[in-house]
């Protein structure tokens, strides 16, 4: 019921810096063949680099918010992808992949699915879009998009050992699609904040849940400036329809 532009920031001063480097973001917008729409953002020209710390200055309206992030995370080495026709989690019955991967040992990691597919309108959204109607793409263009997972997984008392992902998809699909999957390694602060937005989402769906607030990362903001390391991605195709 929110569109993007509702609630965009237009006109704050928003930089990275990193060391004496200084990367002054631009407004910007990119165009979502999905759902029909202009999505604005803040679009910077320096590429992240690993092993470097950076920080977030956004100043908005007399405020200015900050917050930093170190990418040092290891990137994860996928072990196998396969289709499952029916998982359980909190929230029911499930089709989708199961992934398993080897924990880098000796340090805390968080990680969270990602894939990229090409689809076409005829593909719909497994949940909310379900009744969405493509009116900006003519029948048959395909475009890209991408799926990332809502469950975040850590190695809590699996430090070094398999990790196995039970993931449900967002988009439907047909026997012989195929999209690209990878893994993201996430610092601990995005790791906390994704987490706290998917317990809130089961509490809200589910009254036996205790309530969950969502504990900000950015002082007098709510959300969170963190980094994520990508696996390599596998290829993946999909050996039945969506049931």
């Known amino acids: 019921d929110v569109t993007p532009q509702e609630v965009f920031a237009r006109g704050a001063v928003v930089k990275i810096t990193s060391g004496s480097s200084v990367d002054s973001l631009v407004e ?3 165009f979502n063949k999905f759902r029909c729409r202009w999505e604005p953002f803040y679009r910077g020209s320096i590429a992240a680099e690993l092993g470097k710390t950076y920080t977030l200055s956004v100043s908005f309206e007399g405020q200015t918010y900050t917050a930093s992030t170190t990418i040092n995370q290891k990137p994860a080495v996928i072990d196998s992808i396969k289709y499952s026709a029916e998982f359980f989690d909190v929230y029911g019955g499930h089709d989708g992949v ?4 080897t924990d880098n040992p000796g340090t805390q990691d968080f ?3 990602q894939m990229t597919r090409m689809i076409d309108t005829s593909v719909h959204h497994a949940h909310v879009l379900d009744g969405f109607i493509n009116t900006c793409t003519a029948r048959g263009e395909v475009f890209p998009v991408k799926d990332i997972g809502r469950i975040v997984f850590n190695d809590e008392n699996a430090d070094g050992k398999k990790i196995t992902m039970s993931i449900e998809v967002t988009y439907e699909y047909q026997e012989d699609d195929s ?4 893994i993201q390694s996430l610092d601990k602060n995005s ?7 998917d317990d809130q989402l089961q509490a809200i769906q589910n009254p ?17 400036f963190g980094s994520a390391v ?6 993946f195709v999909y050996p039945q329809d969506h049931p």
């Open 230 to 235: 990508l696996s390599d991605s596998v290829l």
């Open 111 to 113: 990680y969270r699915f």
């Open 28 to 30: 910007d917008s990119a």
């Open 208 to 224: 036996f849940v205790e309530p969950v607030f969502i504990n900000t990362k950015i002082e007098g903001a709510i959300g969170v």
């Open 98 to 101: 199961i992934i398993t991967i």
């Open 179 to 182: 999209g690209w999957i990878s």
């Open 191 to 197: 790791a906390e904040f994704y987490k706290d937005l």
